[in-house]
């Protein structure tokens, strides 16, 4: 580990332990929640009063702004759990497993409301809820490989065991992402192509990919809220015999 | 622009307001579950210590 400088080593090594994340935890919290606020107000502000309606398609567009966000989030989160699948499998690192499990409900909530607010602008626009084309097929899938991670988890009663089955789940899965990715390119789909990750400019007006990267950066600190939230109950859970809770409980009393 | 032309969001008031609405109802949720477990565990377990004590 020469390669990493000390002070970097030395702040994974407190991370790992679950007391000091606990505490790590909460006073990251309000820099997370304010870093949301300050991208989100302006991000709607922009996205909803702002920003002009599309030539084409009038107000109903802006639905991009949470729903792009959204599937974008679905895939990063589902990718950050493989790696953490990863870690908690080659190092055991129980903080990786309660990242894992505890980002599930969130990663499946992004890929919901993806899925969602797509349906509900698929309908005015190309006149259908739902088609089976490439981009809708393969992130509905993405949700069942979400859903069953949480109900493996749930399966096994030893939550080691289980983050282990749940870790291996998420490696495997995470072939499902450059699918989702390039499906609108490999695939003749009603989706549309790529308008902002695409290798020449974006091709969307900055009026309007201003408050869509502002909703976008606002998601993950959203995240990060919610996860550092959920992973808190995960670890008072699998450590409610131990010395630090007893200690956090009595300071509390 | 009034306020009943935004609401309108030109005739698509519907899609767009339920999208928003959704997406906020599920991302507060995701914060609040976690929080009233949170409490709900310390309590408990405060509990169970409290009964070991006595």
């Keep these: 580990m020469r390669f990493i400088p000390a002070p970097v080593s030395r702040f994974f090594h407190r991370m790992a332990s679950p007391p000091h994340f606990y505490s790590f935890a ?15 107000i302006p991000g709607l502000y922009l996205g909803l009063f702002v920003a002009p309606a599309d030539y084409q398609q009038g107000d109903s567009y802006r639905i991009i702004y949470i729903h792009v966000p959204a599937a974008w989030m679905s895939l990063f989160i589902y990718v950050l759990m493989a790696i953490a699948g990863g870690i908690a499998l080659i190092w055991r690192m129980k903080l990786a497993e309660v990242f894992l499990v505890s980002s599930a409900p969130i990663g ?10 797509g349906s509900l602008w698929g309908k005015p626009m190309w006149g259908t809820w739902w088609v089976w084309d490439a981009r809708l097929t393969s992130e509905l899938i993405l949700l ?16 080691r065991t289980a983050s282990r089955a749940v870790a291996i789940l998420a490696i495997v899965g995470v072939v499902n992402i450059p699918i989702i990715h390039y499906s609108v390119e490999w695939w003749n789909t009603l989706h549309q192509g790529p308008t902002v990750a695409k290798a020449d400019k974006p091709s969307i007006h900055i009026s309007m990919l201003i408050p869509l990267l502002l909703m976008a950066t606002a998601f993950k600190f959203y995240y ?25 409980l009595e300071s509390k009393a | 622009m009034n306020w009943q032309e935004f609401f309108a969001m030109g ?22 579950i976690p929080v009233i477990q949170r409490k709900q565990i310390l309590r408990q377990l405060a509990l169970k210590q409290k009964r070991k004590q006595s």
């Design chain 1, 26 to 40: 909460d006073k990251l919290m309000p820099w997370m929640t304010v870093l949301f606020f300050l991208l989100a």
């Design chain 1, 144 to 159: 069942f490989l979400y859903l069953g991670v949480i109900s493996l988890y749930g399966a096994i009663e030893d939550r």
């Design chain 1, 224 to 248: 990060a809220m919610a996860v550092l939230q959920s992973m808190k109950v995960e670890l008072l859970q699998r450590e409610q015999n131990s010395q630090w809770v007893k200690r956090l």
């Design chain 2, 11 to 32: 005739g698509y008031g519907f899609y767009v307001w339920v999208s928003y609405g959704l997406c906020f109802i599920i991302l507060a949720a995701n914060i609040i």
């Design chain 1, 108 to 117: 499946a909530s992004f890929t919901f409301i993806a899925l969602v607010t």
